[in-house]
């Protein structure tokens, strides 16, 4: 796959906290994607990323924010955690060539 | 209003034999299709996939096709292997190569019995 890393792995926090998930890749893909996972919904596009410095929202962007500084890294950002952000948050590369998206591991996020 | 849908949560499938996974989309803007597959705890995994020019495209043990007019594609793994027991999701996206995000049904469980 793509080389993405996710960090953490796994998080748990209390509701009213900042919380902020790392996104890492080494294969110079210029999409980047934030999507949530949760039973009974599949993935849902929270924010992308087409460029340094170039994002839009998702699906489901509202409490998220997101920045992309580098080519190889994508933060998400929940300002202010709330117990619906309880979720498992995957990080995607596109390539270009194959219009197809890679995931990296994701994170357990646990909101309090 | 959910645009790609998985109707069958979990699927059971015998050793050896034919698994066959069904998606339906109602946005016929989509214009490509892919399945990933995924384990628990693990990211989705690129499995196949399929531009919406053709109706069928095969690699290995795992053949997906697409009916436009039906709005409906289908998966195939021919034999079924133990290590084939995943979620499977179909995701679609629209013209651009899904540069602004996939769209992704809800998955669906498959289990291989031995």
């Known amino acids: 796959d793509a080389g993405i890393t996710q960090s953490p792995r796994h998080k748990v926090t209390e509701t009213g906290t900042p919380v902020t998930l790392r996104c890492h890749q080494t294969e110079n893909h210029r999409y980047m994607y934030w999507y949530r996972q949760d039973p009974g919904h599949g993935l849902r596009l929270i924010h992308y990323s087409y460029g340094v410095k170039d994002t839009d929202k998702g699906e489901v962007s509202d409490g998220y924010s997101v920045s992309r500084s580098k080519t190889e890294d994508f933060l998400l950002t929940l300002e202010s955690a709330t117990s619906s952000q309880t979720s498992v948050y995957f990080c995607?590369?596109?390539?270009?060539?194959?219009?197809?998206?890679?995931f990296g591991p994701g994170t357990r996020l646990t909101v309090l | 209003d959910q645009q790609v849908k998985q109707n069958s949560p979990s699927l059971s499938v015998q050793e050896g034999r034919i698994s066959i996974l069904n998606c339906d989309y109602t946005n016929s803007m989509f214009d490509y299709f892919l399945w990933y597959k995924k384990y628990p705890a693990e990211g989705p995994t690129f499995l196949i996939s399929?531009?919406?020019?053709?109706d069928k495209n095969e690699d290995g043990r795992f053949t997906v096709f697409l009916n436009k007019s039906a709005k409906h594609l289908s998966l195939h793994i021919v034999p079924s292997q133990p290590g084939d027991s995943a979620v499977y999701f179909c995701a679609a996206s629209l013209s651009g190569g899904g540069a602004d995000g996939l769209t992704f049904g809800k998955g669906t469980h498959l289990i291989i019995q031995p």
């Open positions: 995607a590369t596109r390539d270009r060539v194959t219009d197809t998206q890679y």
């Open positions: 399929i531009s919406s020019i053709k």
